[in-house]
């Protein structure tokens, strides 16, 4: 790789001092990718986007809101009517988490079609995991922010949760609040967080992509690449694709934005909370669904262990359990594309999570009980019982031995058609 | 005082235990014109919305985000808004001397409440609160069709077999069928100086017409401006599709 030389003086004089200038142009333009990228790989870069995005809207919103249970949902509405272009700023606020969420599922699915997760990319794989817990963190709490009666309710039921734990639980929940209900010294730091948090993610996501420019991308075919056949540079073959990728995202983003502002939100959010009155229906934001189905889903008792105590477990157990799909998947190839028994797994587990959100949108009756138990129930086997049992009885395909190989003879499925 | 807490207490539980009880049916789809994609406000619905708002509803429920200066993104001249406003009183103060005083209301002022406090509101009308109605539209699932079914869909009589309380109204899409607001609007409750009928349809119409745009002031902004940048990113997208193309033709 060679050696950039700065023709512009003041570039050159910081570049001499602090290579500011030779590192972007190492990790943003020489990088070397591999040329066999499919469009799932620009999730990735549009999270990052996303990021942004909510960032910025959200200093906006805080210049205006104001955290106190008298006047929060006063102010977001203020924001609505009389901030100029503040319908803008909340709506790109409000559907961005959304937008963002769905970016990542769909980066997270990817990975583990590919199988992404593999050595050497457990630790690029983990700080993926840790971002997503604190993304539904941050979600969670920016949910509470506008004092609708979602927002309150969902405030009580998900705090109340830690009441499930043995001994302190209640004075781990009045310690949360601030208080002995949800009231406005929640409201405060759960604002302070929520300020807060995204910040740790982008420092999270400077690490993930550390980690990532060490052992650079894996791609459809999942080898790694061997040499420059294997490779073109990032710039501009993905700066341009990942361009174009931004602009089908924004698309979307937009039409919901101006076209369908509300779409993902609960109606009864537009009434002010109110502690007094239970909505018949408590729900999370629909990214958060499946989760609240594994929540609900344990309805019994465990020797001395309360179901609740049990939910919570599971529920932060399915994410948790990611961690340790590096060393669950026994199998030595990483992409699908070779693996046609985890192949099929792969998408029943979709159906398996797309199963629980339909479960965690509706209320814990009749047969949703069953179908959510069974459900939660696929969802752990399907880690803990059938990758590590696929990896060992699945007989994979042939492996190409480079990228290059795959492309001259023409069996490489991944392949950029351009 | 107690007393009254109880019963208020009572009647929110029999309320929120009577929607949980009977799940209203699903409202009939009506053709708004803020309905479809490139929708605006019927002006003329609005406006007749708007009287019907101050002359019926506006006796028990409150618009507590909707300024009188709000109107002017509807196309109300300020010397409209002025005469509106001043059909109303509001308490400002305290003055010099201390005092809270009442004064005719100004274009800044929001819509002046019907009841001093929750209260208030709840002891004038049986123990139950009329909600504000800023938000409606939005705070309702299929807003603006919801309402207008709530408007129209009062029945003089329950059902035979259907145990109606004391003080309460049967109305078909009200979820639990019980509701402490009485029937609102008869034929020709207002005047319309357009020389509409005031029908009870035309009636509902027209108010849900106003209190969908006192939910979403911004729509029809909102909606402009959504046009111009989908196609201006739909342009963009497509130009970074071929530029693309290009620059991956080299590779080949
Ligand atoms: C990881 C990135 C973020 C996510 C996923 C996120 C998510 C959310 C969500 C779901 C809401 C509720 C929206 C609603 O129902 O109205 C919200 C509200 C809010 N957020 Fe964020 N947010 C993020 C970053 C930020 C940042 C960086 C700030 C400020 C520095 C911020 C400030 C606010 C404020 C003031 C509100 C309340 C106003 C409102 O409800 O619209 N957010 N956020």
Redesign the interface.
């Given at each position: 790789m060679s050696q950039p030389t700065w023709k512009n003086p003041i570039v050159a004089w910081i570049d001499y001092r602090l290579p500011v200038f030779t590192f972007a142009h190492h990790e943003l333009v020489d990088y070397p990718t591999p040329r066999n990228l499919n469009y799932w790989w620009n999730f990735g870069s549009l999270a990052g986007v996303m990021l942004v995005i909510l960032i910025v809207t959200g200093v906006f919103l805080a210049m205006h809101y104001t955290p106190h249970t008298d006047y929060a949902f006063a102010s977001v509405e203020r924001i609505m009517r009389d901030v100029n272009y503040g319908w803008l700023i909340r709506y790109l606020h409000m559907n961005g988490g959304s937008i963002f969420f769905l970016v990542v599922y769909i980066h997270l699915f990817r990975g583990l079609y590919y199988g992404s997760y593999k050595a050497p990319r457990e630790v690029l794989w983990i700080i993926g995991v840790v971002i997503i817990f604190c993304m539904m963190a941050t979600a969670f709490m920016g949910y509470v922010l506008p004092w609708g009666q979602m927002s309150f309710w969902a405030a009580t039921v998900i705090t109340n949760l830690f009441s499930a734990v043995p001994l302190f639980g209640e004075e781990i929940v009045n310690w949360l609040w601030g208080g002995f209900s949800v009231a406005n010294p929640t409201l405060n730091r759960f604002y302070a967080l929520h300020f807060l948090l995204p910040f740790v993610i982008f420092a999270l996501v400077f690490v993930h992509l550390w980690a990532l420019h060490v052992h650079k991308s894996n791609n459809p075919l999942g080898v790694e690449m061997t040499g420059d056949s294997d490779s073109i540079p990032f710039h501009p073959y993905y700066t341009i694709k990942d361009a174009f990728g931004l602009g089908v995202l924004f698309l979307v983003y937009f039409a919901f934005t101006f076209f369908a502002p509300n779409f993902f939100l609960e109606p009864d959010n537009y009434i002010e909370a109110n502690p007094l009155v239970t909505p018949t229906h408590i729900l999370p934001e629909w990214y958060l669904m499946p989760f609240y189905a594994i929540l609900r889903a344990i309805t019994f008792d465990i020797w001395f262990i309360s179901a609740k105590l049990i939910g919570v477990i599971a529920m932060f157990a399915s994410i948790a359990v990611l961690f340790l799909l590096p060393w669950l998947d026994t199998s030595p190839v990483r992409s699908a594309t070779f693996r046609p028994v985890f192949k099929q797994f792969f998408w029943i587990l979709v159906i398996d999570c797309v199963v629980l959100g339909y479960v965690g949108a509706n209320p814990p009756e009749g047969w949703f009980i069953p179908l959510g138990q069974i459900a939660t129930a696929y969802y752990f086997i399907h880690f803990l019982v059938l990758i590590p049992l696929i990896g060992f009885l699945e007989r994979p395909r042939a492996v190409p031995d480079s990228i290059a190989s795959a492309i001259t003879a023409g069996t490489n499925p991944g392949v950029e058609q351009s | 005082m107690v007393g009254r807490i109880l019963a208020a207490?009572v009647a929110?539980v029999i309320t929120?235990a009577a929607?949980?009880a009977a799940e209203a049916p699903r409202p009939p789809g009506q053709k708004w014109s803020f309905g479809e994609?490139f929708g605006t406000y019927d002006r003329n619905a609005l406006r007749r919305g708007l009287t019907v708002y101050t002359s019926v509803c506006g006796a028990c429920h409150s618009l507590d985000?909707?300024a009188y200066r709000?109107l002017g993104g509807v196309d109300y001249t300020e010397d409209q808004i002025k005469a509106i406003a001043a059909e109303f009183e509001v308490e400002d103060g305290p003055d010099e001397d201390g005092e809270m005083f009442t004064r005719t209301a100004l274009p800044a002022d929001t819509f002046a409440a019907p009841f001093p406090n929750v209260q208030a509101a709840r002891a004038a009308n049986g123990g139950t609160y009329p909600?504000d109605l800023?938000?409606i539209t939005?705070?309702?699932?299929r807003?603006a069709d919801y309402l207008y079914a709530l408007l129209t869909e009062y029945r003089d009589e329950a059902p035979e077999g259907f145990e109606l309380l004391d003080g309460m109204y049967y109305n078909e899409y009200f979820?639990g069928h019980q509701i402490a607001m009485p029937t609102p609007l008869f034929e020709g409750s207002v005047e319309y100086t357009d020389g509409t009928e005031a029908t009870v349809a035309q009636m509902a119409w027209d108010v849900t017409t106003f209190l969908a745009w006192a939910?979403e002031?911004?729509m029809e902004e909102?909606?402009r401006?959504?046009?111009k940048?989908?196609i201006f990113?739909?342009v963009?997208?497509a130009m970074?599709?071929a530029?693309?193309?290009q620059?991956?033709?080299r590779?080949?």
């Open positions: - | 207490t929110a929120v929607a949980n994609i985000l909707v709000h909600p800023s938000l939005k705070a309702r699932k807003g979820p939910a002031p911004e909102r909606k401006l959504g046009i940048v989908l990113v739909l963009l997208t970074l599709y530029l693309k193309r620059i991956w033709s590779l080949h």
